[in-house]
């Protein structure tokens, strides 16, 4: 609209601003229960309307970014057949068994099989599909349900940066700031083992009593009743295992990640197909549409912001704060990242962060490593702060608590609060060490 | 006498023996009832929002998840009634702390009998902590008398005085 009725830069700013600020506090808030995706597509469609960014501005921006929306749709795919497949829930059942009796072990190889689950099938995969296979597994166990769920939640944030395809935010971050794999390793997949050996620690001390008894082996199923295809099953193992050789190849090549996931997604849809274990229909309805509309809702709005220049006003006062040293830059990324992730959500804040550090590629590549590994570090363990969401969800919880209307959600927060800063500064110190 | 025992997956034993201790003459009505907690559902919901998705896992999945607790719940259950034979049987889904209150009410129990917490082994903990929400919330909202069934720790004796 102001592209025919010329108005002063300066109320191009404000409105911009204004229809970005209302976006993330719609997000945060999401009134009326509108999912996140409608309300950022409407603050990207009012933006559009109102002539604060061009149609062609905003499709080059999508286009530009198409090997993260590439990759979401191909993680997704693939965790997905590979549920269909059986292949979790055989593996749920293998650490079980291999658990011997005892629940404190079996503790400990929920946490080792997350951190497998995310390194090659990203922290989605974990939290999302591992949980109710863990919480069914330990519920006819009859073990105690919070500390195993609890473990599933931490470690699927805790191993996301263990590889660049473990987390999706990974790859919106790096397909703008781009890191060789060994910088990426050895800045991330180190400071990740560190903390892993912390999450389990920590968790152990804080669950030591529940996790003092034993189970009884024959409330076990066996692994053959999980597998409802023998050769598709096997089939789907060899394309992971394949999927998984090509992720380290092509993130050494920088060669784009998404059409790994994608090649994946598509051989195990062949073999699904091929042995009818699932169908189009059944496969599209496992995959969340929604969030395709939501990143490029935020694309589009931090993209309208970018131009008014209040990102890089950001992104200099980051800059600023850290003093020009590696230090500060890792301390700042961190600090920033995790809690502007609370605030709204981790996907919206890499859109905001990546639009931030625009600037920084005028300082050293130290600082530069330090700050872009700091926000895909913050970025990603930052939600394990809150875990239920976001600060907004918490506050919203807390006071339904004061209301004296009991709620879940709050004993997240208490393990969150006590575990999240610990693991933020330790894995900060070490990535500034390894810088 | 009506006698509400509320289980909780690792007491049966011990409530079993506290009933036989207190009624070797006369035997009560007796009603045993186990709550399966919804809460860890509902944080599964709140982590699904987390990462975009609706609150529900996927519908086979989901009917898995009520399958395991039917069949966690009438295990227990059935694990008393066999120590129990004449009890009814009472199952619930919700709020554990919540659901035991109200059912006491609705069933008209003169004693609710229900242990501090749940024990996944370990020595018995006696001091701050020891009652857990549930037994907590239980001993301020219940309608009738509550027998708390705390396990023998004599040995953590004297304490300081």
Same mark, same amino acid.
């Given at each position: 609209m102001f592209q025919y009725f010329p108005i002063p830069e300066f109320w191009k700013t404000l409105l911009a601003s204004l229809v970005g600020v209302l976006t993330v506090v719609g997000i945060m808030r999401r009134p009326f229960r509108w999912n996140e995706a409608a309300i950022a597509m409407t603050g990207a469609a009012i933006l559009l309307l109102l002539g604060l960014i061009s149609f062609s501005d905003a499709f080059f921006t999508l286009i530009r970014d198409w090997n993260t929306f590439l990759f979401f749709f191909g993680m997704m795919g693939l965790s997905a057949l590979a549920e269909a497949a059986g292949l979790f829930d055989w593996l749920a059942v293998r650490a079980a068994r291999l658990a011997g009796k005892s629940a404190a072990r079996l503790f400990l190889n929920v946490f080792l099989l997350g951190s497998l689950i995310s390194m090659v099938l990203s922290n989605d995969a974990s939290a999302l599909i591992l949980t109710p296979i863990v919480y069914v597994l330990v519920t006819k166990l009859r073990l105690p349900v919070l500390p195993y769920l609890f473990a599933c939640t931490f470690i699927a944030d805790t191993a996301s940066f263990l590889l660049p395809v473990s987390n999706p935010i990974n790859i919106i971050i790096l397909s703008r700031f781009p890191l060789d794999l060994l910088t990426f390793l050895r800045l991330l997949f180190l400071p990740s083992l560190v903390l892993i050996g912390i999450n389990i620690g920590i968790f152990f001390l804080l669950y030591r009593k529940q996790l003092k008894g034993t189970f009884e082996i024959k409330r076990l199923p066996s692994a053959e009743q999980a597998v409802k295809h023998k050769a598709y099953f096997r089939y789907t193992c060899c394309v992971l295992a394949a999927v998984a050789f090509a992720y380290v190849i092509a993130s050494a090549t920088q060669f784009p990640l998404s059409l790994i996931a994608l090649s994946g997604t598509v051989l195990l849809l062949i073999g699904g197909l091929c042995w009818k274990r699932t169908s189009l229909r059944e496969t599209a309805k496992r995959i969340s549409w929604s969030i395709f509309g939501f990143i490029a809702g935020m694309f589009i709005v931090v993209r309208a912001i970018e131009d008014t220049g209040l990102t890089t006003v950001f992104g200099n006062w980051l800059i600023h704060l850290s003093g020009g040293t590696s230090f500060g830059a890792v301390m700042v990324g961190t600090a920033g990242s995790a809690l502007g992730t609370n605030l709204i959500n981790n996907v919206p804040m890499a859109v905001v962060m990546i639009s931030a550090l625009g600037?920084?590629?005028?300082?050293s590549p130290v600082i530069q490593h330090g700050f872009v590994a700091a926000t895909m570090f913050g970025c990603d363990l930052g939600p394990n702060l809150t875990t239920v969401g976001s600060l907004a969800t918490v506050l919203w919880l807390l006071i339904l608590r004061q209301r004296n209307v009991d709620v879940s959600g709050l004993d997240y927060f208490k393990v969150g609060v006590v575990v999240t800063p610990l693991m933020l500064l330790a894995g900060a110190l070490t990535m500034w060490l390894l810088l | 006498m009506r006698v509400l025992c509320c289980l909780d997956g690792t007491n049966v034993e011990q409530v079993s023996k506290a009933l036989r201790e207190l009624w070797a003459t006369q035997a009560p009505t007796l009603g045993i009832l186990y709550v399966t907690d919804t809460g860890p559902r509902h944080d599964i919901g709140h982590i699904r929002e987390r990462f975009?998705?609706? %609150?529900? %896992?996927h519908g086979p999945r989901e009917h898995e998840m009520q399958q395991a607790e039917h069949a966690a719940a009438q295990d227990v259950l059935n694990e008393a009634l066999h120590r129990l034979p004449n009890a009814e049987t009472l199952q619930r889904q919700g709020r554990p702390e919540r659901e035991i209150v109200n059912v006491a009410a609705e069933w008209r129990a003169d004693l609710l009998i229900l242990c501090p917490r749940a024990e996944y082994g370990g020595k018995p903990t006696i001091g701050p902590k020891s009652v857990g929400h549930v037994a907590r919330f239980v001993l301020d909202h219940a309608p009738c008398p509550v027998l708390l069934l705390r396990p023998l720790a004599r040995e953590q004796f004297p304490i300081d005085r």
């Open positions: 600037g920084i590629q005028h300082a | 975009l998705r609706s %609150p529900g %896992p």
